[in-house]
């Protein structure tokens, strides 16, 4: 049986998480989703808006982020191939997102409504594994992320940062790296400097 390319990019974004769904589950999937491709600097969601869909990234990266009392562009987290995007407060509350998702590359997602992905995952096993090992991935970066604001100086932030996302140094802007280490762009050129690490 030919493999369509929503089959081809499931199978794909499984693999890279070392998840295995077989071929009816796949079809499940299929049959919910549809590709979307979102240019540069384009929303999956915005601030304000409710949560009703899940994206899996194809290829790309995006940033969730706020603007703060100040009116600064502060970055929380960043997210990439393989990656699930969506608002998962907004989702259990029901209430609007307090932040943007936003494309910082031209990037393709799968997307599929929650509320048909509830319906499918209900009571199937393998759905309800795949749907949480995404989720504790996100909640995972997201926990050790706050605590390193505790724990951490700049530097070892930093270097946290380079751990956990280990292709986006070129990819994304050294601003929106600064602002979720919680530093000024300056702060971040002195420590590269001091790590020797060029751009």
Not at 23 to 48: P, T, V
Not at 96 to 125: H, R, T
Not at 128 to 142: G, N
Request: net charge positive; glycine share 4%.
């Amino acid at each position: 049986m030919n493999k369509s390319v929503n089959d081809i990019l499931w199978m794909n974004l499984l693999k890279s998480n070392g998840i295995f769904l077989d071929e009816k589950n796949i079809a499940l999937l299929r049959n919910i989703s549809r590709i979307k491709a979102l240019k540069k600097d384009m929303f999956f969601l915005q601030e304000g808006e409710k949560s009703t869909e899940i994206g899996f990234i194809i290829k790309g990266v995006f940033r969730s982020y706020y603007i703060d009392k100040s009116g600064n562009d502060v970055t929380k987290y960043f997210y990439s191939e393989g990656d699930i995007l969506f608002s998962y407060a907004a989702y259990l509350s029901q209430k609007e997102s307090m932040y943007c998702i936003q494309a910082l590359e031209d990037s393709e997602i799968l997307v599929v409504k929650i509320s048909d992905f509830e319906k499918i995952v209900e009571g199937n096993y393998q759905l309800l594994l795949f749907y949480k090992k995404m989720i504790d991935k996100v909640l995972v970066i997201k926990e050790e992320h706050a605590i390193s604001f505790k724990l951490l100086d700049s530097v070892k932030r930093y270097k946290q940062f380079l751990d956990t996302y280990p292709s986006l140094e070129e990819r994304v802007k050294q601003c929106h790296i600064a602002y979720y280490l919680g530093i000024t762009p300056v702060s971040l050129s002195r420590i590269r400097r001091k790590l020797n690490i060029n751009k």
